[in-house]
Structure formats: structure tokens, C-alpha cells
């Protein structure tokens, strides 16, 4: 496993979005970072919605927010939420979404309020997946 490193404006820009989570539902707040492939840094919180399923996790939303602004790869990701509970870490579905844009030996920060804890690359999360390039000849633009 990697050193954790010292994402300081990844955490940042990650606990400023968790502060606007609107999670009425679960109480559980999370925002998530992204460094696309400009150094530029996206964040997002998680969204819900009365209709259960259609609440959007925060990693989703900061996938939106990246490829909205432009951006095409994710370098570098963290997700933030209380720890008090556990370690917070991408859910499954996020795991995958995020596959679609990063490599695997990417790193995924996985922090709590007050830092950064552990620091896993993709592949260790989401180890034997299926991705873009089983599908296109090309990584697309
Ligand atoms: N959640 C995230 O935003 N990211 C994850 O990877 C784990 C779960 C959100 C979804 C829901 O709003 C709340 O946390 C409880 O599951």
C-alpha cells in the first residue's frame, strides 16, 4: 500500500462541499474531491432524495461536476466523511464510477474531519474490474 500523501487542497475542497451535503436522510454527510487530469480540483457532496434510490453519492456528483467543467481523468481522489463510524470509503457503484476515469494505480485518500487516514490506489479497491478499455479501441476525449 502507498503512503498516505498530504492532499491538503484535495481535503479542503472536499470538506468545504461535505458542509453543503443535503443528506436529511442518512444524517451521513460526505463530499469527495477529484484532481482531473489540469491539476484542477472538483468537489462535490452527496445528494439525496425523498425517493431513496435517487439519491447521488458524493463521488457521483463530483464526477459530474469534473466532466461538466471540462475535465476527462481523474489523477488523484479523496472522499471525507465522520470516521466515528468507520472508515470512510467509496461505495461499490462508486468504485466503478470512478474506474471509468482513473487508472488503477491512482490513489483514493480515504479521510475523516480531521485528515487524511489510509491512502489505497483504485486497483486496491476495485481489484479484477471491468473498464473503458474492454470497449473502446481508444481512451475517448
Ligand atoms: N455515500 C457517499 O456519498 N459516498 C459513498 O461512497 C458512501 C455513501 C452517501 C450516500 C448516502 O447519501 C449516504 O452516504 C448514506 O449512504
Redesign the pocket.
Given at each position: 500500500m502507498p503512503p498516505a500523501g498530504s492532499p491538503d487542497d484535495l481535503l479542503a475542497a472536499a470538506l468545504a462541499a461535505r458542509a453543503r451535503?443535503y443528506?436529511p436522510?442518512?444524517?451521513?454527510?460526505?463530499?469527495?474531491a477529484l484532481r482531473d487530469e489540469h491539476g484542477r480540483v472538483h468537489a462535490a457532496?452527496?445528494?439525496?432524495n425523498a425517493a431513496y434510490p435517487q439519491?447521488?453519492?458524493?463521488?457521483?456528483?463530483a464526477i459530474g461536476v469534473l466532466i461538466g467543467a471540462g475535465g476527462r481523468r481523474i489523477v488523484e481522489a479523496l472522499?471525507v466523511?465522520d470516521a466515528a463510524a468507520g472508515l470512510?470509503?467509496?461505495?461499490g457503484?462508486?468504485?466503478q464510477r470512478l474506474r471509468e476515469f482513473m487508472p488503477l494505480d491512482g490513489l483514493v485518500h480515504l479521510a475523516g474531519l480531521g485528515g487524511v487516514i489510509r491512502s489505497v490506489t483504485l486497483g486496491e479497491l476495485l481489484p479484477l474490474s471491468f473498464g473503458p478499455e474492454f470497449l473502446l479501441k481508444e481512451t475517448p476525449r
Open positions: 451535503t443528506s436522510y442518512s444524517g451521513y454527510a460526505v463530499g469527495a457532496p452527496n445528494v439525496e439519491g447521488q453519492c458524493a463521488e457521483a456528483s472522499v466523511a470512510p470509503t467509496p461505495c457503484a462508486c468504485r
